[in-house]
C-alpha cells in the first residue's frame, strides 16, 4: 500500500485566513519530503521541500513543519489566496532513490471569497 | 527553454491500439522521470532515466510498457495493446541531480 498519506480529502478556508494541510507517512527510511501544488489539467508545480535533519523551513508564504517522532508533515500557507486553490500532495522520498517520489493521494484546497 | 514539455496532451484510443508519448526536459537535466496519475490520487513513479540510460522501473511497468530515451534528451513512452486500465494522466518530470523534479502538463490518455 501507499506510504504517504493524507489526513483530510478537502479543506475549505476563507481568503485571508491560514491553511494547514496535513500528512502522514509511514517510511522511516525517507529522508527527503516535498509539497507539490497541482492545478486542473496541469502538472504538479513544486512549492516547498525540507530534508529529514530539520524540522521547520520556510518559504515565500508557505511552511512545512516535519514531526519525525509521528511521522507527520504538515504545509502551512499563511493568507490564504483565491489563486491557492489547487490540490495538494505531499511526497517522500527514500534515500537514495534518486527522486523516485512516492505521492500521497491530495487534499483539494478551496478559497472562499 | 520553457519547461518540461509533452506531447500530445490529450490522446484517446480505442482498446488494443498502441499509443506513443514524447516528454521533452528541460535541456540541462539529465534527469528524466515518467509518473502515472489516476484521477484523484497522487501520481506514481513510473520509471527514470540517467542521461540515456534507464535506471529503475517500477513493478507497475508491465510488459506491455516501454520507455526509451536514445539521445539522453527527449523520452517516448509507449504502451501497446491498450487497456481500459491504462487511462490516466502520464507525467513527464526532469531534473539534475542536485535539483527538485520539474514536471511537465502532462497527457492525458483515454482508452474507450
Known amino acids: 500500500g501507499e506510504s504517504v498519506g493524507l489526513h483530510l480529502p478537502t479543506l475549505s478556508v476563507q481568503e485571508g485566513d491560514n491553511s494547514i494541510i496535513n500528512c502522514a507517512y509511514s517510511?522511516?527510511?525517507?529522508?527527503?519530503f516535498i509539497w507539490y501544488k497541482q492545478e486542473s489539467g496541469k502538472g504538479p508545480q513544486f512549492i516547498i521541500d525540507?530534508?529529514?535533519?530539520?524540522d521547520k523551513r520556510q518559504g515565500q508564504r508557505v511552511t512545512v513543519l516535519l514531526n519525525k517522532t509521528v511521522k507527520h508533515l504538515s504545509l502551512q500557507i499563511a493568507a490564504t489566496q483565491p489563486g491557492d486553490s489547487a490540490v495538494y500532495f505531499c511526497?517522500?522520498?527514500?534515500?537514495?532513490?534518486?527522486?523516485?517520489?512516492?505521492f500521497g493521494s491530495g487534499t483539494q484546497l478551496t478559497v472562499l471569497p | 527553454d520553457t519547461g518540461v514539455s509533452q506531447n500530445p496532451r490529450h490522446k484517446i484510443t480505442k482498446r488494443g491500439q498502441n499509443v506513443t508519448f514524447r516528454c521533452d526536459p528541460i535541456?540541462?537535466?539529465?534527469?528524466l522521470y515518467w509518473y502515472r496519475q489516476t484521477l484523484g490520487q497522487g501520481p506514481e513513479f513510473l520509471t527514470y532515466?540517467?542521461?540515456?540510460?534507464?535506471?529503475?522501473k517500477s513493478r507497475l511497468l508491465s510488459d506491455r510498457f516501454s520507455a526509451e530515451r536514445p539521445k539522453g534528451s527527449f523520452s517516448t513512452l509507449e504502451i501497446q495493446r491498450t487497456e481500459q486500465g491504462d487511462s490516466a494522466m502520464y507525467l513527464c518530470?526532469?531534473?539534475?541531480?542536485?535539483?527538485?523534479?520539474?514536471f511537465g502538463p502532462g497527457t492525458r490518455l483515454t482508452v474507450t
Open positions: 518530470a526532469s531534473s539534475s541531480p542536485r535539483d527538485d523534479l520539474l
Open positions: 517510511n522511516s527510511a525517507s529522508d527527503y
Open positions: 525540507i530534508r529529514s535533519n530539520m
Open positions: 511526497a517522500e522520498n527514500m534515500a537514495g532513490s534518486a527522486r523516485q517520489l512516492t
Open positions: 535541456s540541462e537535466h539529465n534527469r
Open positions: 532515466f540517467q542521461n540515456e540510460a534507464q535506471l529503475e
